[in-house]
């Protein structure tokens, strides 16, 4: 991981605009434009996903907050690329919020859905003039006027988004609607957001939710007591512990019996137990402020 001054980051990202990187040709400001055109019906549910080794575990289960395949994302040596063609291993510029300083982080995992169908066109001025992002709408930007992560749907007219180096840009306006689109997000390693390119201006979005681990959770058989839910085998539960952790910080050991520890960004702990009463494994899971849950192997 490295960090960059805010002057650096202006610099280099000043001559983004016309390229996505070496990967592509397109004119970043050519695809805003084009992005605003989207519309069409609801589509029937289909999820692909890849994952780190190509385990789709850790992509499945995530939630609807994505962008079109064009949309061009800021790279760690300055340049963009099209989010869908941004690989695992790859690295991104992205930072804190509130953060002058830029720092660069390791793609993790790259998910692609069809089943997302509520978009939102996102338009801000930059010195080009307006220029449109389509997402998602749940998907989050960091907005400096409410200093929250807010879904795209939930930004309003006069919001300030965050830009590298400390700077801002202004909402100018937004449009929902429903369309048919493949949608790719991206899980960063260790700091969770990453720079998306609208013109030629880059902006602060939230990378991939974690798995929604509470709805599975609760969608799982339920064991003997109400904070218990079962799986099939060993296999099973460590594909989902490993999907609901992808991306998380990962907190030290806890010995031989829970080598696996991490913390969510919602604050939940989860942990993986090689032996339990049972004699199976099992996943420990804390949620902040709420009485523990567990997922065991068969019923108890």
Same mark, same amino acid.
């Given at each position: 991981?490295?960090?960059?001054?805010?002057?650096?980051?202006?610099?280099?990202? %000043?001559?983004?605009?016309?390229?996505?990187?070496? *990967? $592509?040709?397109? @004119? &970043?400001? =050519?695809?805003? +434009?084009?992005?605003?055109?989207?519309?069409?019906?609801?589509? %029937?549910?289909?999820?692909?996903?890849?994952?780190? *080794? $190509?385990?789709? @575990? &850790?992509? =499945?289960?995530? +939630?609807?907050?994505?962008?079109?395949?064009?949309?061009?994302?800021?790279?760690?040596?300055?340049?963009?690329?099209?989010?869908?063609?941004?690989?695992?291993?790859?690295?991104?510029?992205?930072?804190?919020?509130?953060?002058?300083?830029?720092?660069?982080?390791?793609?993790?995992?790259?998910?692609?859905?069809?089943?997302?169908?509520?978009?939102?066109?996102?338009?801000?001025?930059?010195?080009?003039?307006?220029?449109?992002?389509?997402?998602?709408?749940?998907?989050?930007?960091?907005?400096?006027?409410?200093?929250?992560?807010?879904?795209?749907?939930?930004?309003?007219?006069?919001?300030?988004?965050?830009?590298?180096?400390?700077?801002?840009?202004?909402?100018?306006?937004?449009?929902?609607?429903?369309?048919?689109?493949?949608?790719?997000?991206?899980?960063?390693?260790?700091?969770?957001?990453?720079?998306?390119?609208?013109?030629?201006?880059?902006?602060?979005?939230?990378?991939?939710?974690?798995?929604?681990?509470?709805?599975?959770?609760?969608?799982?058989?339920?064991?003997?007591?109400?904070?218990?839910?079962?799986?099939?085998?060993?296999?099973?539960?460590?594909?989902?512990?490993?999907?609901?952790?992808?991306?998380?910080?990962?907190?030290?050991?806890?010995?031989?019996?829970?080598?696996?520890?991490?913390?969510?960004?919602?604050?939940?702990?989860?942990?993986?137990?090689?032996?339990?009463?049972?004699?199976?494994?099992?996943?420990?899971?804390?949620?902040?402020?709420?009485?523990?849950?567990?997922?065991?192997?068969?019923?108890?």
């Amino acid at each position: 991981m490295a960090r960059l001054g805010g002057e650096a980051v202006v610099g280099a990202i %000043a001559g983004i605009e016309g390229s996505v990187g070496a *990967g $592509g040709a397109v @004119a &970043a400001g =050519a695809g805003a +434009g084009a992005l605003g055109d989207y519309s069409g019906s609801l589509v %029937a549910a289909k999820i692909a996903a890849e994952a780190v *080794g $190509g385990d789709s @575990a &850790a992509a =499945a289960c995530v +939630g609807k907050n994505s962008f079109t395949g064009d949309t061009p994302v800021l790279m760690a040596d300055g340049t963009s690329k099209p989010i869908a063609e941004v690989k695992v291993g790859d690295e991104v510029r992205n930072s804190e919020p509130d953060d002058s300083f830029v720092e660069h982080h390791v793609v993790a995992a790259l998910h692609i859905t069809e089943d997302d169908h509520d978009f939102v066109d996102v338009t801000v001025g930059t010195s080009s003039g307006p220029r449109a992002i389509a997402t998602t709408a749940h998907h989050r930007f960091w907005d400096e006027t409410t200093r929250t992560w807010t879904d795209a749907a939930d930004l309003r007219v006069g919001d300030h988004l965050s830009t590298p180096g400390g700077g801002q840009i202004a909402v100018q306006s937004l449009r929902r609607y429903a369309a048919v689109n493949r949608t790719y997000n991206l899980t960063i390693e260790d700091l969770h957001t990453y720079y998306v390119i609208v013109g030629e201006t880059a902006v602060l979005v939230h990378n991939a939710g974690l798995c929604d681990w509470r709805s599975e959770f609760d969608n799982l058989a339920a064991g003997k007591q109400g904070h218990v839910r079962t799986v099939g085998d060993a296999q099973e539960l460590r594909g989902m512990f490993d999907g609901w952790t992808a991306g998380a910080q990962r907190l030290p050991s806890r010995g031989a019996k829970i080598p696996d520890v991490y913390r969510l960004d919602d604050g939940t702990v989860m942990q993986w137990r090689t032996a339990s009463q049972s004699g199976d494994e099992t996943v420990d899971i804390f949620p902040p402020g709420s009485k523990g849950l567990k997922v065991h192997i068969g019923d108890e």
